[in-house]
């Protein structure tokens, strides 16, 4: 690792990733740590949705929605396989809030901003067609419309990865010490520390930008007034696609509190949230849904769809996230914004706050904010694809189309490299998910794992995906992956022993 850097980012979620991914594309020499793993925090527990978000029209922040609409098109267009087109179901209740009028006019504004008309309202009977799972008691017909899908912690690790092959450089369990400052107070570069073994390094740079997410004031407190970052929890529950199965996202509102939830179709199964909640535990700590927010979403679940035999019994697994939402502390959780802010502190420039569907808006922000602290010279590179192009040959013996343009969209140039690798057997499917056994493989060898849940959780999901996190699979993924991997047998029965502990404390159903 070089000691000199034109800046370095702290944080691997989303916005870092981002920032890496358009900082090298200005040409700068440029550095990110994460003091766990890539993705570890909100950016692979989120709902998976790349969206417009319809709940900013209802607040009336217009400017949020183009912005998201616009970021999803380009997203939708550049990054097929990965951030895919997902069909919406909104059922409209006799009643219940929101109603059909106030529905049409938000997404007819949604599409508007989008340049293409994607809604469209059916009666009772024709919506039941539809979708025959959804209650009848009151329907008076629902909606149809369109937004997008992704693998988050897949699109943080496809950044990164295209990132490193234009020059940069990411490292995981790295963790920022401390900031060194000039007697004038310029930064002049920071201490990093492997959180493993130990091992620190100073860095020299001028520029760093704290991209941390809910942990941004514990290295550059608020400078506004009264404007604190608040974590707000949200909570998802996991569902085989068998006991809801449904072909679409099915969007509908607690009955109780008029939240909104969504039932979401995702790599072989249904997910479920979200919350909305304080979230007061420690950040470092793993966050874990809690008892009361899976009954909320299992009882506002049962509601909408009463003929499923659904209980926190039938879940394959749970998760929880904390959102990064800057705050007065004047309104309820779920009406606050999701808007980033930037703040700039002679060459440590924090971003936090926003979305994962802007994230490429939010690194030109960023970079303009930190231009007096950046080397001269044109920064060009907005208008290109957010991706490399890749091309693969227009067959494979192994894979459908629809197969392989899923492994382009999660690893982009690195899917030749899975497949000219791959054991036939290993392009088989891994039961229940849309995973190759090559994945598991791939994310082994080449993507920096540390620990058996960066694999599982995040480099693939059938952490999520499959029921116990994957126990019955592990004597596979152990034959699998210990050629590739650095470790003995005394390390690999200690990985298993603390993923399955991990596993049951934050992402088992709650009993």
């Not at 069909?87 to 504004?109: C, D, H, Q, S």
């Not at 979708?131 to 009848?136: N, T, Y």
């Not at 085989?240 to 179709?265: M, Q």
């Not at 994957?470 to 992956?481: H, S």
């Amino acid at each position: 690792m070089d000691d000199s850097w034109d800046l370095v980012i702290i944080g691997g979620g989303i916005t870092g990733a981002g920032l890496l991914r358009e900082a090298v594309r200005c040409g700068l020499k440029t550095l990110l740590v994460e003091q766990k793993d890539f993705a570890w925090g909100t950016s692979s527990r989120s709902s998976k949705l790349v969206h417009g978000g319809l709940r900013y029209l209802k607040e009336g922040d217009f400017s949020l929605t183009r912005e998201s609409v616009n970021e999803r098109e380009r997203l939708l267009r550049e990054a097929p396989g990965l951030v895919t087109p997902l069909e919406f179901l909104l059922p409209i209740y006799k009643g219940r809030k929101p109603g059909r009028w106030m529905m049409e006019a938000g997404l007819t504004i949604y599409d508007i901003i989008a340049g293409a008309w994607r809604h469209r309202y059916f009666g009772k009977e024709a919506f039941r067609r539809i979708e025959p799972l959804v209650s009848a008691a009151g329907l008076r017909g629902g909606f149809c419309f369109t937004d997008a899908q992704v693998d988050d912690a897949r699109l943080v690790l496809r950044l990164i990865a295209e990132a490193e092959a234009h020059g940069a450089l990411a490292l995981n369990y790295t963790r920022a010490v401390s900031i060194q400052r000039s007697r004038s107070r310029a930064v002049r570069g920071l201490v990093v520390e492997d959180t493993e073994t130990g091992a620190s390094r100073e860095i020299r740079t001028p520029l760093v930008i704290n991209a941390t997410g809910a942990w941004a004031e514990a290295l550059h407190p608020s400078p506004e007034k009264g404007r604190h970052l608040r974590p707000l929890r949200g909570s998802h529950l996991v569902f085989p696609k068998s006991l809801i199965p449904i072909r679409s996202t099915v969007s509908f509102f607690n009955k109780e509190d008029g939240r909104a939830l969504f039932a979401i179709p995702w790599e072989g199964a249904v997910l479920v949230g979200t919350t909305d909640l304080d979230h007061d535990a420690p950040l470092d700590r793993e966050p874990s849904i809690s008892p009361a927010e899976a009954r909320y979403i299992l009882d506002s679940l049962k509601a909408v769809f009463p003929s499923a035999d659904l209980s926190l019994a039938s879940a394959v697994s749970s998760f929880a996230g904390v959102r990064p939402v800057v705050s007065e502390g004047k309104v309820a959780a779920d009406k606050e914004s999701r808007e980033h802010v930037i703040w700039v502190d002679a060459g440590l420039v924090t971003v936090t706050g926003g979305k994962l569907t802007t994230f490429r808006a939010l690194a030109w922000d960023t970079l303009s904010a930190a231009r007096p602290f950046l080397p001269p010279g044109e920064r060009g590179g907005r208008s290109e694809p957010v991706f490399d192009a890749v091309e693969l040959p227009a067959c494979f013996d192994h894979l459908s189309r629809e197969q392989l343009d899923l492994l382009v969209g999660r690893h982009g140039r690195e899917a030749a490299r899975i497949l000219s690798s791959a054991e036939s057997a290993d392009l088989d499917t891994i039961p229940g998910t849309r995973t190759l056994w090559a994945e598991l493989v791939h994310g082994a060898r080449s993507e920096k794992i540390r620990h058996l849940d960066d694999l599982l959780l995040r480099r693939v999901r059938i952490g999520l995906l499959l029921e116990g996190g994957g126990e019955k699979e592990m004597t596979r993924i152990r034959r699998l992956c210990e050629p590739v991997l650095p470790w003995d047998g005394a390390r690999w029965d200690r990985e298993i022993d603390d993923y399955r502990a991990l596993w049951h404390a934050c992402y088992a159903p709650p009993s």
